[in-house]
């Protein structure tokens, strides 16, 4: 099982003053935890410890997290009257007829319209700490945004597990056709040395070492055996499916996941060190192609990788 570090949570809770508390959790790919908070005023003193909650519970990604209250309407019919800030009304009345006076200004009837789109003029401020009935909801909205956030990284995980595993087949495909040239290979090397030996025997009268030159072509055409390579590149595909299959649940949400994303770079890393090998000795047109097919297939599979937590 693994999961994708691409991810959107949300959730939301009511509380006292029809208020509703809203959680949103999104996530792209990272190397490491990226978080980027913000929060309510009422939230500040708590954020160091919501930081620690989300970094245990998410692990990994660039995340951006919003914790914010929106007023709540209960009935069609309810009027929701916006409260106006005293204060700074008043604060702002005696700037401007200060002003007024002396400019020498003598027109009144503007100035409640401009006053009224002063700043925060009709949003109190409310930077009170919440208390600790409060502060349990806000906890328990926050794991619920984690609880959606990991089921939409689950559902993300599973498609890009079956992308996956298809690539991991076509490139065992394209192993197999390799097989038929291995054998034609070698004797079209053999012959063409050969052939290369007798012309030069030809051109310098020379008999040549048969002996000497069954030797040469034994151990040139060890260097050129792939059958190791293919043996590894078949444990490394059998591999990253294990790997894939060993990422841990969820747990409903509530626990740390194991991601498994860097382990399968480095396998991807290490069968693309033996396709490259394959490559160089492959010595023929045909498997140059296969060859050619791997790296593309294996490129699509180390780009997907970087979105696998």
Request: hydrophobic share 40%; aromatic share 6%; with cysteine.
């Amino acid at each position: 099982m693994i999961f994708s570090m691409t991810g959107y949570g949300k959730a939301e809770s009511l509380v006292a003053n029809n208020k509703k508390l809203v959680v949103e959790i999104k996530s792209l790919n990272s190397k490491s935890m990226d978080l980027s908070v913000r929060i309510a005023s009422q939230l500040r003193s708590k954020e160091l410890e919501i930081r620690t909650l989300i970094a245990q519970r998410l692990e990994r990604g660039k995340m951006d997290l919003s914790i914010y209250y929106q007023d709540v309407v209960q009935d069609a019919n309810t009027t929701v009257y916006t409260p106006i800030n005293h204060d700074a009304f008043i604060y702002y009345y005696k700037e401007l007829i200060s002003l007024q006076n002396e400019l020498g200004w003598a027109n009144n009837q503007d100035i409640i319209a401009a006053i009224m789109r002063m700043p925060d003029v009709t949003k109190v401020q409310d930077s009170s700490e919440v208390n600790e009935e409060e502060w349990a909801v806000v906890l328990q909205t926050i794991e619920e945004a984690v609880k959606q956030f990991n089921a939409f990284r689950e559902q993300e995980g599973a498609s890009l597990y079956q992308m996956f595993c298809e690539k991991l087949d076509a490139i065992a495909a394209l192993l197999t056709e390799v097989e038929p040239y291995e054998q034609s290979r070698v004797e079209k090397i053999k012959a063409r040395i050969e052939a290369n030996l007798e012309q030069l025997s030809a051109t310098t009268q020379q008999a040549i070492d048969r002996n000497r030159l069954e030797q040469e072509m034994i151990y040139y055409i060890e260097k050129l055996d792939i059958n190791e390579e293919k043996v590894r590149l078949t444990n490394h595909l059998k591999y990253f499916r294990e790997t894939m299959e060993s990422g841990k649940a969820i747990g409903d949400g509530q626990l740390a996941i194991g991601g498994v994303g860097k382990k399968l770079g480095f396998i991807a890393q290490e069968m693309g060190r033996e396709i490259n090998t394959l490559g160089s000795k492959s010595n023929q047109g045909e498997m140059q192609i296969i060859v050619v097919k791997m790296k593309d297939i294996l490129e699509q599979i180390k780009e997907q990788v970087l979105n696998v937590l």
